[in-house]
């Protein structure tokens, strides 16, 4: 018996969906942060990030014109660069939007009872290399990694992005952007130039003298940017000078006070 049908599936088309609709109000913010979570920071490079194209895609980011240095042994915690840090940048004693932590153990013993965390100005700076939209970047003319607040849109991708704990780039609360220590480079409420060719209002308030600045760049660990600052300073108020703390104050004076003349 034959089957004088015929099967129209062979020649026939399966139906399409249809074209999707192009939208006419653009993008939002959140659509851009997810189009872009795969293009990594060389896809933007035009934003304002500051480097040497290299070969295969790779960029070498320009080492900062300065760092900050702190003793952690010479510390009072007095928070003092804390206020000077908000008082510079924010015209107002807010410890919370402090660039540079000081942090309080009450059941650690010395020194563990006190702790710095300032940024260290990585040479290979991860929160520069997270942000999507170029707001964190490399200051042209002093290397320093600052933030374009009115460019940031507020991912916090470069607060997660930094590796250390606490982070060194903190989520300014009140104003709704990331915001890291710039080395007083844009104080709008301190009348001295900083910046790594100028002044810092941590270095300059520290009553123990526990901050320093450098321009040149310090071993990359945890050593290397926190360093004895004990000097004729510290001695003079009869302490130790050394990391044990068991070399006399009188040892230290006695070798760089004048000798008498015979």
């Keep these: 018996m034959t089957n004088s049908g015929h099967d129209d599936s062979a020649g026939s088309v399966a139906p399409q969906p249809p074209a999707p609709q192009k939208q006419s109000g653009g993008i939002s913010r959140r659509q851009f942060l997810a189009g872009l979570g795969g293009l990594g920071i060389g896809a933007l490079l035009g934003a304002g990030v500051v480097g040497i194209a290299l070969p295969d895609g790779v960029y070498a980011i320009e080492a ?27 015209g107002k004693e807010n410890l919370a939007l402090s660039r540079m932590q000081v942090h309080k153990n009450a059941l650690a013993g010395f020194p563990e009872d006190i702790s710095q965390h300032q940024c260290r100005q990585c040479p290979e700076p991860s929160c520069v290399n997270a942000c999507p939209v170029g707001a964190m970047h490399c200051d042209p003319e002093t290397g320093a990694r600052l933030v374009d607040e009115d460019r940031c849109v507020g991912c916090e991708r470069c607060v997660e992005a930094c590796p250390f704990t606490p982070s060194r780039v903190q989520w300014n609360f009140e104003e709704r952007h990331a915001q890291k220590c710039d080395l007083c480079k844009n104080t709008p409420y301190w009348n001295h130039e900083g910046g790594p060719k100028g002044e810092q209002a941590c270095v300059c308030v520290c009553p123990m003298k526990a901050i320093a600045f450098t321009n040149e760049l310090p071993q990359q660990t945890d050593q290397g940017y926190d360093v004895n600052l004990r000097n004729e300073h510290f001695a003079r108020m009869a302490f130790p000078i050394d990391d044990d703390a068991v070399v006399p104050a009188q040892v230290y004076l006695d070798s760089v006070m004048p000798k008498p003349k015979a």
């Design 64 to 90: 900062s014109g300065g760092y900050l240095l702190v003793d952690s042994k010479k510390c009072a915690g007095c928070q003092s660069c804390m206020l000077a840090c908000t008082l510079v940048h924010s």
